[in-house]
């Protein structure tokens, strides 16, 4: 760890602690109030009773003339339960001391239906009488969250009160009395952690609402759905709730109380469902979850409608099917490697206990205390702090996981492409020499067509190991990864190439040396099911220049790996300036310069060797520009055609060449033809042969002098579509060249299929023609084969007049080389004519 990362922690862990030191003071000040009883700081005995009516018959008349009903025993002794009955509290004051004191009698169950109070004095006699509870209406909200009876005990005296508690549902009512200024230090106390409890619970929500509508992932909403719900059946529990909600509605929220625990618990399971993606797995333990929150809801529905007293005892059974469905989704996810549920699974531990503690303490076997009471709000406030953690811990995770997905590749786990990049980026930055260094298993993809995907993934990942291993020995190649993987030095590229990089500075030829020896340990041979493969590996490696950036540094490194396959040693190397970068900048000037006439037709005579006359010539496509006009024209066509301008370009060829022949015959060359080129990519365009024919009407051509001249290409791309197209262009009067006779490995058959009107010999037959008897023989019978089929041939390549006199004498038709002219502008070209050219 930095030192840096190391300041952060320790900022960190001080922050935690000023929270601690916070929480503790504020702790302190809130005082346990029923420890402050009156009974324990003044000299006030008291002495209890209590009878409970199942018939709910007695009046309090009743009750006062028959004390023999009276069990005298403290009012924890009660045996609170939710049938509906009637409990008679029977308390008596008898004040020792020399002054009156002023008692608040504190009823902490803001639940209850009917609550009355009745003041007598030591005959009996009826002194005051006041009710309570949330059926009683008019009453204040602080009556009704904090439900108490002020009253004055004077000196030595004795006063009884008499409480009844008629309600349904939870009916334990506990019974402190204060003195008014304890009394206030309760109030003080229960409205600091109400206050506490709402505004975490509130904040969270808010965070998660403004997290939800930037992530929009559904647990945010339910993790709301699930503080909201806390909140509305703590409200309802505790008090608090008339404060936060209208009072006709708290009050409803009260008579279905059941409905909020059910809401609580729905929230609970559905959001273990979907924290922990079982919604994506969609297992039995899914429907599971669906079944159960189904039948939640149903009967939440349901307890509308039923009384509390018989819905209450239903949820709780619902509850430990929820403990038990949470259980097994949470044992699964863990036991599969769900670490990061830390947090969430620490948040059930607080609920599980608060929610142990509150039946504990409703139903007596924990006794009341202040803290008690509220043990189940700390509970939830505990456990949604817990649940925060984990969403953001699941952020965290979901963040990690789509950094390595972004950073490795999905079916070998190899670091990818922008790991490349980056290291690319900080090295440049760091303004360093540096080299790109790829490694391919030479015919992969070839070998993909007999392997499966699966088996050339783990071929790669077995080449992958050794070249670690190879790396890790060489200091020089830079850690791509800040992870002690032993995979970190190189990344995968696709397609069976690796890449490094390598910072040291060193002469290409110490690096070429160095990749060689590394090359040594690589496997040589591969078993798949039996069939041993021979592996053969190719280097590029690629220099860094001043103006590239990282797709073009990598551009040049696949065409050093390009360029590797034809090396002895399967090792080179480019910078980058000896070869033009296919590019959409360079792409879109072309494009411009076609639309502004930028470009221009070269011209290269053909000659009838029958009389030494010029008869026509091959337009050749130039870029006069300065910037471009050392850019070969086979890569400027290339670049047309993997960025879609390539028929575009064409037409604008077709369009050049019948304006010049259109010139052509102003001057008198009424005869003269021109040869166009078309490639495989040209048939896409639509309609050719239709534009091709208003062009020559637009620049009043005959159809006789245009040529096409078609590649190979182009018969390999789509026949069917290619022999439409001879025939409409012969059709239309124009002539088809089968360019590149002798090249290919079908032209024979293509003289049957297609109706050309000429051949041309390729110059590969021609360049050494006077001193190779065969290519001599070879050219002799295609020569022969052509007028036999009635067709002329051209023979391109001439350069020396000893080949042209053995042309002549073969009966060649036609012939092209530099032994006439080398291409020529057109200005050039005219001037070629005009001079009568003569051998």
Known sequence: MD???????????????LIFFIINTLASNLVTPTRYTIDKIAPVYLNYAYYIDNSKQLDFDQIIKQPQLRINQPLTHIPWSFAEQNYWLFIELNNKSNKAEQIVAHFDNPMVDHLTVYQLNAQNQLLDTQHFGDKQPSLSLFQYSVPHYRFTLASKSTQRLVIKIDTIGISKTPVNLYRNKEFIDLVRSQAGIWGIFVGVLLMAALYNLVLYFGIKDRVYLIYIGYIISAITLMGAVLGFGFYLWPTAWQLWLHEKIVLSNYAIAFFTLAFCTMFLRYHKDKCWRYTLSLALLALMLVLAVASLFIPE??????????????????????YNKLRSGFRWAKYYVLSWVPLILGAAIQPLELTGILPYSFATHHAFLVAILCEVVLMAMALADRVRYQRERALYHATHTQQTKLLNSAKLKQAFMALQAQQRQFALCLIKIRHFNSLNTIITPAQGYTLIRHVADKLALQLSYER?????????????????????????????????????????KILTGLPKQYEIKGLNLQLNYSIGISYLNDSDDFDYWLQHGYSALKNAKGNSNKVSSSTGKEQLMMDVALAAKLQQAIKNNQLALYYQPQINLSNNQVRGAEALL????????????????LLAEHTGIINELTLWVIEQACKDINNFAQQNYTAHTISVNLSAKNLSINNLVEKVENILIKYQVPAQLLKFELTESAFVESQQALIMLVDELRVLGVKVVLDDFG??????????????????????????LANNSTHQVIVKT???????????????????????????????????????AKPLCYDDYLLFLQGQYNL
Not at 10 to 17: D, K, Q, R, W
Request: proline fraction near 1%; glycine fraction near 4%; hydrophobic fraction near 50%.
């Open 309 to 330: 007293n018989i819905a209450a005892p239903l949820f709780f059974v619902i509850m430990a099917l929820l403990y038990i469905v949470c259980i097994i989704l949470i």
């Open 3 to 17: 030192f840096k990362t190391l300041r952060y922690h320790a900022l960190a862990v001080a922050i935690l602690v």
């Open 622 to 637: 130039r870029w006069p520009v300065a910037e471009f006009k050392n850019i070969s024209i086979e890569q400027l066509i």
């Open 743 to 768: 090249t290919g490995y079908a032209s024979l058959s293509y003289l049957v299929n297609y109706h050309f009107s000429e051949l041309k010999i390729d110059k590969s037959f021609v360049l050494d």
């Open 476 to 516: 020089e190649f830079i850690d791509l990864d800040s992870d002690l993987s032993a995979n970190n030095q190189f990344v995968d590229l696709g397609s069976g190439v690796f890449a490094c990089i390598s910072s040291k500075t060193q002469s290409q030829a110490m690096l070429t040396e160095r990749l060689t």
């Open 782 to 820: 295609a020569i022969d084969m052509a007028h036999n089929l009635g067709l002329t041939i051209t023979i391109e390549g001439v350069e020396t007049q000893q080949a042209h006199h053995l042309l002549k004498a073969m009966h060649a038709d036609y012939s092209q080389g530099y032994l006439y």
